[in-house]
């Protein structure tokens, strides 16, 4: 589905505000919103401004994986409007109220880096405290350098680690985070680059850095985040873990594990957890309090993190691609500018989101304006972008409309510096890009010997970033720069290299079927990103 609400093509900025007294009450207005009997119905909401919203998300679910979802909206201090739609148990009877819980998938990142950064706080570390220093016993024989990546490379994706989502079993207790991190992990986890040279997302950096946190704090990562972080913001209704879930849960609309392709109900039994992955993406919550954390980001609360700490998961850590605008803070996308179905508006966007097997998260805040939206729903990759676009345009004082900033265009005269052999051997083998007239195109002979169907034809959407369809799928990559001469060829789950020209190489033999396809498995959660093909937000 087409997205209405793209990354402007501008630089971006970041804005920290901190409150010095009290905070208002987030729930004033809530009652307004709410049934009498604690259930939620958009319907016969008093406020005709949301009915625009609710036709939007009722439109939405219609066009995913969901059969429900539950929204949330914080305008000017308060959250304002509460609405449950569709129904969320497999009989199809139960609609969702307030305190439906549904899982955040990626939305975890920014709680785990807070948690991080309260170590900081405590002066336990710092954000360039490497990995290493804190789980010294951590040896990883195919990234023996990644120990040495710090905090601030973890919580900005700069880690250069291949992205794995834990064990398939599912292991859930807690010191499992621990095991299989210091176990099959550091075993079998490779680098794909150096850590710092570029970004790219994976879901390990976030659990090492759930690693650390719960290393330097004595305590299990999920007991800090329950203990130090929602109890003090007031998410009552916000867990790390499943087996403290009640019955009050949207069961999801998915599949059970990687490699599962079969979409379809999926029982909370079924629903996929994983004490090593719980970090990057597994906490369960609910609008209201996924707005009340918003709240906090925008307004800070000094009894939980300091200010200029709160700023740093906001501020712009890295640039997303080579040479188009869009940054990441910790576990944060921020930048500035959006377009709204056809209309610019300049103005601040701090977001994130996030997919597990079951459930999607949208996640959003124009902190100029003092608002945020949180929508979870129970379906694989949904995309509620076309009900954030409306919130916008029908509840948000946007300051007048400006022109857009032009589009990014491919300087032709810097297409010969990307031509060449790049190599993967561990998930596409190797790359070679040619240069026809104005664009690019790619050869993948191993892609090729196993059968695998790709576009020769590369579609520039700037110098640096190109778009292009492997086994059917979209995908996008882009060239950086290495610190040695080298150039990388980068997609969040395939990264291939062109080596300096002094540098020597080493054959390996090519990566198998299995391989290639489960690199692209990895991919199929690794969707163009948002401004290229309209996807959705990064996901788990």
């Not at 207005?29 to 009997?37: E, P």
């Not at 709680?111 to 490497?130: D, K, N, R």
């Not at 079924?270 to 009340?292: C, H, K, M, N, Y």
């Not at 040619?434 to 010997?449: E, F, G, I, Y």
């Amino acid at each position: 589905m087409r997205s209405h609400l793209a990354l402007a093509w501008v630089a971006w900025l970041a804005l920290a505000c901190a409150c010095d007294s009290a905070p208002p009450s987030l729930d004033a207005g809530l009652d307004a919103a709410v049934q009498a009997d604690g259930g939620v119905d958009a319907a016969t909401a008093p406020d005709p401004r949301f009915d625009a919203l609710a036709a939007a998300i009722e439109s939405d679910i219609a066009r995913s994986n969901a059969t429900g979802a539950s929204v949330a909206v914080w305008l000017d201090d308060e959250i304002v409007w509460v609405g449950g739609f569709g129904t969320v148990d497999p009989d199809g009877s139960r609609v969702p109220d307030e305190d439906t819980l549904f899982m955040i998938g990626s939305d975890t990142k920014k709680i785990a880096a807070m948690l991080f950064l309260q170590e900081v706080a405590a002066g336990h570390a710092t954000v360039e405290t490497t990995l290493g220093e804190v789980v010294p016993e951590l040896v990883m024989p195919q990234a023996p350098d990644y120990p040495t990546v710090t905090a601030r490379e973890l919580m900005s994706h700069q880690g250069g680690i291949v992205d794995r989502l834990g064990d398939p079993t599912g292991a859930t207790t807690d010191d499992f985070l621990r095991t299989y991190a210091l176990g099959a992990f550091a075993t079998d986890a490779y680098a794909m680059a150096p850590h710092g040279v570029f970004f790219n997302y994976s879901n390990p950096n976030f659990a090492m850095v759930g690693l650390m946190t719960e290393t330097l704090a004595g305590e299990p990562w999920a007991d800090l985040a329950e203990t130090r972080l929602f109890a003090p913001l007031g998410m009552t209704r916000t867990f790390a873990r499943k087996p403290d879930l009640d019955e009050n849960v949207a069961t999801g609309v998915g599949v059970t594990a990687p490699g599962d392709t079969a979409v379809g109900p999926v029982s909370l039994a079924d629903t996929w957890e994983d004490a090593f992955v719980r970090p990057a993406g597994l906490v369960w919550s609910t609008p209201s309090d996924q707005v009340r954390l918003a709240r906090f980001l925008v307004d800070g609360d000094d009894a939980v993190l300091p200010a200029a700490l709160v700023a740093q998961l906001h501020e712009p850590q890295v640039r997303q691609l080579p040479d188009l605008p869009g940054e990441y803070g910790y576990g944060l996308f921020v930048g500035r500018g959006a377009n709204l179905a056809g209309t610019y508006a300049d103005v601040e966007v701090w977001r994130h989101g996030g997919n597990t097997f079951t459930h999607t998260s949208t996640f959003y805040i124009l902190p100029e304006q003092r608002f945020a939206i949180s929508i979870l729903s129970n379906g694989l990759g949904d995309d509620f972008t076309a009900s954030v676009v409306t919130a916008i345009r029908t509840l948000v004082d946007l300051p007048a409309p400006v022109d857009p900033p032009p589009p990014p265009t491919v300087d032709v005269a810097q297409l010969d510096d990307l031509t060449g052999v790049y190599v993967d051997p561990h998930n596409v083998g190797e790359l070679v890009i040619t240069r026809v007239d104005d664009h690019l195109q790619v050869m993948a002979p191993d892609l090729d010997a196993a059968g695998v169907a790709y576009d020769p034809a590369l579609t520039g959407i700037s110098t640096r970033v190109w778009r292009t369809t492997v086994n059917g799928q979209p995908l996008a990559i882009s060239f950086a720069d290495g610190p040695d001469g080298e150039t990388y060829l980068v997609n969040r789950a395939f990264v291939a290299v062109r080596p300096s020209p002094t540098a020597l190489t080493l054959a390996s033999p090519p990566p198998s079927r299995a391989a290639i396809l489960a690199a692209l498995q990895r991919a199929r959660f690794a969707p163009v990103p948002r401004g290229l093909l309209g996807s959705g937000d990064a996901t788990l």
